[in-house]
């Protein structure tokens, strides 16, 4: 490169950009020889977005009711966005942890009112969920100064792939070629009343915490019944044990709140106290957090014992920043509730036989299926331009851009309305 060609001034045809254009066919190639296989061949390769668009390499457009799992929730190339994070990035764009930024700062706060956290409450800023339930687990182990081995978790729950939040993860596929991962957590059965309370009834003064999401999401859109939460902060109050919420996916106006614990019917007026969010956070750009309720555990992790290069980076933080500020200014958490309202409805009047049911808060909205053909079904969406995904053999998940209209959102309402009724079985 030669030297001043970084500069701003530089005209664009000297950016350092990754070189070529070429087909969808001829990037997947390339991609199979230089991008290791975790996630299998890619169903496309996108080179553009806009509001709830993407376009592939071939030109191909799709609506995209992923949203990058939940994650672009102002769409693609939001202007309030982009500038904020240019701005940012053109300003100050990374400090160690050595040093403090104005965004970083900010953000922790709004997240503390957001959250509705009492006084003497704390966040610490990771870079993804993941992260952000490493966190959790750390803090939990501190809990009593570590004279509390237990730590309880949901059957169905996913709360990351590194090896402390895998080892709060459920599916055996996932864990099992890692194990040993660090132990002591016990998987109840999912919304499980009685299970929770036998689960405390013996050697409940050993639990650090139960951690669990209001919603889980990668199960496919499973909201905890009525009053779980309620005993579970019921329970782990009596015994002194904390409760964590992953938000990771319902959380950031997902669910038509900031967190789904806010909704009555999800949350029972619970007071968590450890609350982790990531995903929309950011809109796009990669952010996440723990958020601590109160002195006693916001003090759990003291000086040293945990830490991050780029948690809390001020670009980050720009980014979660704007993403809160246009969620607030432009009224989108009551679009949510209300256009996740209709959709659901929507879709259920289609009344299409393999359509079982249609569930789901806000914009995080699964479309059960008959029949064990929703990774076909979402392969036939995506040929028809529309991006969902098939998060079990019988579920459909979509989390749209919260700035998604009616209209927009009407040619899935349509397919579903097409599918056929009676689909040819699935082969394994
Ligand atoms: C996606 C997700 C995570 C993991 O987040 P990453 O950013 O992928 O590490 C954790 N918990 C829940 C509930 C999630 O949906």
Redo the contacts with the bound molecule.
């Keep these: 490169m030669t030297p001043g060609r970084h500069r701003a001034d530089a005209p664009d045809d000297a950016l350092p950009l990754p070189a070529g254009a070429g087909s969808v066919a001829e990037w997947t190639d390339r991609y199979t020889h230089a991008v290791m296989d975790t996630f299998g061949p890619p169903q496309r390769v996108l080179v553009r977005g806009e509001g709830p668009y993407v376009w592939d390499a071939d030109g191909r457009r799709y609506l995209d009711l992923l949203g990058g799992?939940?994650v672009n929730s102002l769409g693609h190339a939001h202007p309030t966005l982009t500038a904020a994070v240019s701005a940012q990035l053109g300003t100050l764009g990374h400090v160690s942890n050595f040093f403090a930024s104005p965004t970083q700062i900010a953000l922790a706060e709004r997240l503390l009112a957001l959250a509705g956290a009492p006084g003497g409450s704390r966040v610490f800023l990771t870079?993804?969920?993941?992260?952000?339930?490493e966190a959790a687990f750390k803090l939990l182990r501190r809990h009593s100064d570590g004279a509390r081995p237990r730590v309880l978790a949901l059957e169905g729950?996913?709360?990351?792939?590194?090896m402390g939040?895998l080892a709060l993860?459920h599916k055996p596929a996932y864990r099992a070629p890692f194990e040993p991962l660090p132990g002591g957590v016990e998987f109840l059965p999912f919304g499980d009343t009685e299970a929770l309370e036998a689960a405390f009834a013996e050697g409940g003064d050993q639990v650090a915490g139960l951690v669990v999401?209001p919603l889980?999401?990668?199960a496919g859109v499973r909201a905890l019944p009525p009053g779980y939460l309620a005993r579970a902060r019921e329970l782990t109050r009596a015994h002194g044990a904390l409760l964590v919420l992953?938000?990771?996916?319902?959380g950031m106006g997902r669910t038509g709140r900031w967190f789904a614990y806010q909704h009555p019917h999800l949350g029972g007026g619970v007071v968590p106290d450890v609350v982790?969010v990531?995903?929309g956070l950011g809109g796009g750009f990669?952010v996440?957090g723990l958020i601590a309720f109160g002195p006693d555990v916001a003090s759990l992790l003291s000086r040293g014992q945990h830490g991050t290069t780029f948690g809390g980076n001020p670009v980050a933080a720009a980014a979660a920043l704007a993403t809160i500020g246009v969620i607030e200014r432009d009224g989108l958490l009551a679009h949510v509730t209300a256009l996740g309202e209709r959709l659901r409805a929507r879709l259920a009047a289609t009344g299409n036989p393999l359509v079982r049911e249609v569930r789901g808060e806000g914009l995080l909205i699964a479309v059960e299926l008959a029949a064990p053909v929703a990774v076909r079904v979402a392969a036939d969406a995506l040929d028809a331009g529309i991006v969902v995904n098939p998060c079990t053999p019988t579920t459909l998940r979509i989390a749209p851009p919260y700035v998604l209209t009616d209209e927009q959102a009407q040619p899935f309402v349509d397919f579903v309305a097409a599918l056929p009724p009676e689909p040819v079985e699935e082969t394994p």
């Design positions: 799992i939940a870079n993804s969920g993941t992260e952000a339930n729950g996913f709360h990351g792939r590194s939040a993860t999401e889980q999401g990668e992953d938000e990771v996916q319902s982790t990531a995903k990669p996440g």
